[in-house]
């Protein structure tokens, strides 16, 4: 039930973009995505709920394909304070549970 | 402003022992839920709540427990603490099935 998230680390420079995927054998009703810096809680990024929907926030953005099961996020022109590891949590349509991947880790270097 | 907060913030125990972690949110949300966050597995889902005197298991629930008798409060039971239960523990909340989870700092348990 546990989402994949690939790739499992990324290095970047500064400037650089990445794309971080998600993707689950279930059908997913929703997506979220969230970073956690080292040592710190996980904080929220954004929600992708059934229908496809892509949604931005500043410089990161992340798409939700439906039928593939699958979400990606997009970091573009990263930025040093991007570093950290990023999750995505997944609800499925059978079931109440909600599922974390096992991560992103993402480091941005100068 | 409103928050969550967990204690405590570290504990060291030993086996055998019961341990009750605290989690309270001053948010007024509906859904809480407990992780447990290890190396290699991301954070894994152990009990969860959509309302007073509403609780489920997730999918690494053996051996812990918790009870919702108000909203803002759902502290996570090690019946018999195990060295295999030595890890972080995040509670989270969220104000409806398919918003935002707001994290606590975290409980880091050492079971000797």
């Known amino acids: 039930q546990q989402p994949v998230q690939s790739p499992q680390a990324v290095i970047l420079r500064e400037g650089e973009d990445a794309v971080i995927n998600c993707s689950s054998s279930?059908?997913?009703?929703?997506v979220h995505w969230y970073r956690q810096k080292h040592g710190e809680a996980p904080v929220f990024l954004m929600i992708l709920l059934k229908g496809g929907e892509q949604k931005g926030h500043e410089k990161i953005s992340a798409s939700f394909n439906e039928k593939k099961q699958q979400s990606s996020l997009y970091l573009t022109a990263s930025q040093l304070s991007y570093s950290g590891t990023y999750f995505c949590?997944?609800?499925?349509?059978?079931?109440?549970?909600?599922?974390f991947g096992t991560g992103t880790s993402l480091t941005v270097i100068p | 402003d409103a928050e969550i907060t967990q204690s405590p913030r570290h504990k060291i125990t030993e086996t055998g022992r019961q341990v009750t972690l605290a989690c309270h949110q001053t948010?007024?949300?509906?859904?809480m839920f407990w992780y447990r966050q290890d190396l290699g597995h991301g954070l894994r889902l152990i009990h969860y709540s959509y309302g007073v005197h509403d609780t489920n298991k997730g999918e690494v629930s053996d051996g812990y427990s918790v009870s919702r008798s108000n909203t803002e409060d759902l502290p996570l039971t090690l019946e018999s603490a195990a060295s295999s239960q030595t890890s972080v523990y995040f509670c989270?909340?969220?104000?409806?099935?398919?918003?935002?989870?707001?994290f606590g700092p975290g409980t880091r348990l050492t079971v000797l």
């Open positions: 949590g997944t609800e499925i349509y059978t079931g109440n549970q909600f599922y």
């Open positions: 989270a909340s969220s104000e409806s099935r398919y918003s935002e989870q707001f």
């Open positions: 948010w007024n949300h509906n859904n």
């Open positions: 279930k059908a997913l009703y929703s």
